[in-house]
């Protein structure tokens, strides 16, 4: 007989408090002892009272599908009188039996699908102590190691590398992305910003709330709103504008419409000022998915980002983020952002995402793949994202939704109005839907962690979309559904869609021609107006200026020109103004932000032939892109019985560096008998275009110095007390950046973890004897009982070692360490040039 274990203790127990809950006068029995999201959100729909008895018999069967999972034997339900029907829960494959009224699961569930309902784990992340600054800055217990070498190696380059450098990090969903924008603000200098561009409200609320508590939890955090938004309370959004003006908001989260826009102004300033950290792009793949046509701002967020580093007097960090990176878009990135003389700094420690169960089902024609979809929906767990390509499509798929009896079900699209959309973030988050009807603009960056199933009812335009979307699901880590339920009349869609619009070289001139007749000068370049009205209109409209932009941005990509913005002027503006000022003011800035700076690279701009010789070929070339993307997943479509994380291997391969291989079950593995592919990730990271740090100038040429130390001149010699001798110099060294690592055993490690006056010190790596060497000037502290010194080559890595005296060289035992090596020192000379 099966001996329960502590788990299913817990959740037969779970599973009967569930059961008093339901048969409670009113519902109202307290269920806090449930934790379990099945059964929690099964009592949140039969207390809803907009749920349906459908929505109710969904949650029954998602209920039960637990309960199976977690090993109860024999699972059924007592529901509340009249709560649901016989006919509801037939559609959703239970039966209630017509004397006790009991109701059960009538099909016996597979493995894959008690692995989606029991949460099984199929994130396993190869953890990696956290680095001792970081850990002193976040004072939380929770945060003692990092999610795998590629958040390490992230958040080490981003916090070591030159203050203007460009860092391109592409790291998976769920290994901690987030922690590189903390690590940037936690250390970032007084009165500095941390700005963070996000392509949703419903994100820049989200991140602003969890860097809240991050920095509160520093000590460092000032009560405020970390997030800048359209529709945001006035007394809240003055408060983020004063705080911008006194250098004191940290971090800011915001879209890429108003750091163009509005924002554009303080961003200049803070720039001048020196006060600009870094400037974030989170999800930066958008750049070029959305950029080009959705929400052309994206792509003005190089430009941007390029003038603001040059008004600033000092370095400005550039971090482009996501989990996803194609060839295409890390060169497109690469070419916005990078400058001719720099060379961007790569961090690659991707893995395909272990969590979805990928499931593709391919119907006859248009009836009976709507009667598919709708089994589909009856059976699939919640919560549940129904992604479609068009928004008259999803508008279509709701109403259908609603005819059927789905209560619980919200929509969303590129047309949603802005309150619409904060409002149906906001139930999304809190379960008070089941079922989200959306395109493509729902979902990018959304932290909902508990998303069971992905299904897609029409076919993407490329695999890289499918994917992205697909990965919504699972993001706690657990098993999850991803489904592609498509008829062939689909197909043709999905290839329009791909065949991005750009304008022609020929319509693309005849436009240009007509911006050029608004330039103004504007020092050695001129300025444009984004709104200039092509011929036939006859007034200003955002389609216009969408195309507008659209141009300049494809020949910025060719290389006939260079977007750029300028400061605003004249500084006068910031005195206090008269009631006249203040209309001349409010004229001036409307003029300054639809404006945009053009540099012209060459001369003949206006002619066909370098039109066709350059912007066609660009075009032409990203078509070619599109096409490419599109045809990979018509491909698997085509023959699903080559796996998808072979294709999804070939396909995100960013500079040549693959992911590390997973797979939650696809048709291509299950085909070839393969089952689920869950090992421990994040043992790989690739590093590229990291220099040396600079080498301090008492560095010898060899660069390795030896610092020797008397072990008799200490009263005591153990960690704790040496490391308090040696504090002065230590923090000298450290808060100079002349070394950004120490290397020292565990022990030593944890003595400077609990050094509280190291907490000012800027960012330095903490490693173990074992760990691979990095781009850092390395500082090595062996104590008396140590005897391991770090191997030296012909050009070893720049390290400072400091050693007892007396400590046999590991080559030649007759002799010390130290003596044979000219320019060795010691340690009481070597602190002199500190103190």
Request: charged letters at 25%; one cysteine or more.
């Amino acid at each position: 007989m099966h001996e329960k274990n502590a788990d299913e203790v817990l959740m037969q127990a779970q599973w009967n408090a569930l059961q008093a809950a339901l048969l409670s006068p009113g519902l109202v029995s307290d269920a806090s002892a449930l934790s379990e999201s099945f059964f929690i959100r099964l009592l949140t729909v039969f207390r809803d009272r907009k749920s349906s008895p459908t929505d109710r018999a969904a949650a029954c069967r998602d209920a039960i599908g637990c309960a199976l999972a977690s090993n109860i034997v024999e699972p059924v339900l007592q529901l509340p009188p009249n709560a649901v029907d016989t006919f509801s829960l037939d559609k959703v494959g239970l039966v209630q039996d017509f004397m006790t009224g009991h109701v059960r699961m009538v099909n016996v569930l597979d493995d894959a699908a008690l692995a989606v309902y029991g949460h099984r784990l199929r994130r396993h992340l190869k953890s990696a102590p956290m680095d001792v600054a970081l850990r002193q800055k976040l004072k939380n217990d929770k945060f003692d190691s990092y999610q795998g070498l590629g958040q390490q190696a992230a958040i080490r380059t981003v916090l070591t590398s030159s203050p203007d450098s460009t860092l391109i990090i592409n790291l998976p969903t769920g290994s901690g992305k987030t922690l590189v924008i903390h690590a940037l603000s936690l250390f970032a200098g007084k009165q500095k910003l941390v700005l963070v561009i996000v392509p949703t409200v419903g994100l820049a609320l989200e991140q602003a709330s969890r860097a809240a508590d991050v920095l509160d939890r520093a000590g460092c955090g000032h009560g405020g709103s970390y997030a800048l938004y359209g529709g945001q309370k006035d007394d809240e959004h003055q408060q983020v504008v004063e705080r911008l003006k006194s250098g004191t908001q940290r971090i800011l989260f915001c879209s890429p419409e108003l750091a163009i826009g509005k924002l554009r102004p303080a961003l200049f300033r803070l720039a001048q000022q020196g006060q600009l950290e870094a400037l974030v792009v989170d999800e930066a793949h958008i750049v070029d998915q959305w950029g080009a046509e959705f929400r052309p701002e994206f792509q003005l967020l190089a430009p941007l980002f390029r003038s603001l580093k040059q008004h600033s007097p000092r370095g400005i960090r550039t971090v482009l983020m996501s989990a996803t990176f194609s060839e295409p878009t890390l060169q497109l990135l690469k070419d916005s952002f990078v400058l001719e003389d720099e060379q961007a700094i790569e961090i690659h420690g991707s893995f395909l995402r272990p969590e979805p169960n990928f499931n593709l089902l391919k119907t006859a024609d248009s009836e009976a793949h709507k009667v598919a979809v709708l089994d589909a929906i009856r059976r699939l767990p919640r919560p549940l994202i129904l992604y479609t390509t068009k928004q008259k499509e999803a508008e279509s798929w709701k109403n259908i939704l609603l005819t059927q009896g789905f209560a619980r079900v919200g929509l969303f699209h590129g047309g949603t109005a802005a309150d619409q959309r904060d409002t149906l973030i906001r139930e999304w988050g809190s379960d008070q839907l089941d079922i989200m009807v959306a395109t493509s603009a729902f979902g990018v960056g959304m932290d909902k962690s508990g998303v069971r199933t992905v299904l897609h009812i029409a076919v993407p335009e490329s695999l890289d979309r499918f994917y992205q979307e697909a990965g919504r699901g699972g993001r706690d880590g657990t098993a999850c559904w991803s489904w592609l339920i498509y008829h062939p009349g689909q197909l043709n869609i999905a290839e329009s869609l791909s065949q991005e619009r750009l304008i022609s070289a020929e319509l693309g001139l005849e436009r240009w021609k007509m911006l050029l007749r608004s330039q103004e000068r504007c020092g050695e370049h001129f300025t444009i107006s984004r709104s200039a009205l092509h011929r036939g209109l006859p007034r200003h409209s955002e389609r216009n200026e969408k195309w507008n932009l659209r141009t300049l941005q494809l020949m910025q990509r060719a290389g006939l020109i260079r977007l750029f913005f300028a400061p605003p002027e004249p500084p006068e503006f910031e005195r206090e103004l008269t009631h006249e000022d203040e209309q001349l003011r409010a004229k001036y800035f409307e003029t300054y932000y639809s404006r945009i700076g053009v540099q012209i690279l060459i001369d003949a701009h206006l002619t066909p032939e370098v039109w066709h010789q350059h912007v066609t070929l660009r075009r032409n070339q990203e078509k070619q892109v599109r096409a490419v993307g599109f045809a990979r997943l018509i491909g698997w479509l085509k023959d699903a019985k080559k796996p998808l994380c072979w294709v999804l291997d070939e396909f995100y391969r960013p500079s040549g560096v693959a992911p590390e291989r997973s797979c939650g079950g696809c048709p291509g593995c299950r085909d070839q008998g393969r089952g689920v592919f869950s090992p421990t990730l994040g043992h790989v990271f690739h590093l590229r275009g990291v220099q040396t740090s600079p080498l301090p100038s008492w560095m010898p040429v060899s660069h390795l110095l030896r610092v020797r130390y008397r072990i008799e001149s200490y009263r005591r010699v153990t960690p704790n007390y040496l490391l308090e001798e040696w504090r002065l110099w230590l923090k000298a060294l450290l808060r100079s950046k002349q070394i950004q690592a120490i290397r020292a055993s565990h022990a030593v490690l944890t003595e400077l973890y609990q050094d509280d006056s190291l907490e000012s010190m800027p960012f330095w790596c903490s490693l173990e004897p074992q760990d691979p060497i990095g781009s850092w000037v390395e500082l090595v502290l062996l104590m008396p009982a140590e005897t391991h010194l770090p191997e030296s080559g012909f050009d070893p890595h720049p390290r400072v070692i400091v050693a007892p005296e007396g400590l046999a060289d590991p080559l030649f035992p007759y002799r010390t360490w130290w003596e044979c090596h000219p320019g060795s020192r010691d340690l009481e000379s070597f602190c002199q040039e500190f103190q």
